[in-house]
């Protein structure tokens, strides 16, 4: 089993096919046969063999990961930007009641101002992983809250 190191991985499950890849590569450039080559990193031969196709064509770079490419954003950066300041006025500014924003508040604010539909959980998953939002739950006492028994 060959040990990988000095390979600047992240934790991304992306990031140690790349790595893999890479070696592949170094090992080639000593002189490794590509079925050796297959055996130490894990893989068939063909991958191997597909790999170094691709370095022949494309270069060295054409072995880094790249992102699936999925459908395009609906909202472009500048309409995330705008959203955020949209946003920073609070709900009251929309007519909602309470200073908080919840999915659906904010699923219905981009349907208004940009015209984009979006599941709440997709409004969700934007607000925390794109926008660096993160759920906040309201500070919220009973009005019948007695003070001094509390503290007794």
Same mark, same amino acid.
């Given at each position: 089993?060959?040990?990988?190191?000095?390979?600047?991985?992240?934790?991304?499950?992306?990031?140690?096919?790349?790595?893999?890849?890479?070696?592949?590569?170094?090992?080639?450039?000593?002189?490794?046969?590509?079925?050796?080559?297959?055996?130490? $990193?894990?893989?068939?031969?063909?991958? #191997?063999?597909?790999?170094?196709?691709? %370095? @022949?064509?494309?270069?060295? /770079?054409? +072995?880094?990961?790249?992102?699936?490419?999925?459908?395009?954003?609906?909202?472009?950066?500048?309409?995330?930007?705008?959203?955020?300041?949209?946003?920073?006025?609070?709900?009251?500014?929309?007519?909602?009641?309470?200073?908080?924003?919840?999915?659906?508040?904010?699923?219905? $604010?981009?349907?208004?101002?940009?015209? #984009?539909?979006?599941?709440?959980?997709? %409004? @969700?998953?934007?607000?925390? /992983?794109? +926008?660096?939002?993160?759920?906040?739950?309201?500070?919220?006492?009973?009005?019948?809250?007695?003070?001094?028994?509390?503290?007794?």
């Amino acid at each position: 089993m060959l040990i990988i190191s000095n390979m600047n991985t992240k934790k991304n499950s992306q990031d140690w096919r790349e790595a893999r890849r890479l070696q592949a590569l170094k090992l080639k450039s000593k002189g490794w046969k590509q079925y050796k080559i297959a055996e130490a $990193l894990g893989v068939s031969a063909g991958a #191997v063999c597909q790999w170094f196709k691709k %370095v @022949s064509e494309q270069g060295a /770079e054409a +072995l880094r990961h790249t992102p699936p490419p999925g459908k395009p954003a609906r909202l472009t950066q500048a309409q995330k930007e705008q959203l955020v300041e949209t946003l920073m006025a609070g709900p009251e500014t929309y007519g909602f009641s309470g200073h908080l924003w919840n999915s659906k508040r904010v699923a219905w $604010l981009i349907q208004f101002k940009f015209g #984009v539909k979006y599941h709440r959980a997709h %409004v @969700s998953r934007l607000l925390r /992983e794109e +926008l660096n939002w993160s759920v906040q739950k309201p500070i919220e006492k009973a009005t019948q809250r007695d003070e001094g028994t509390i503290e007794k």
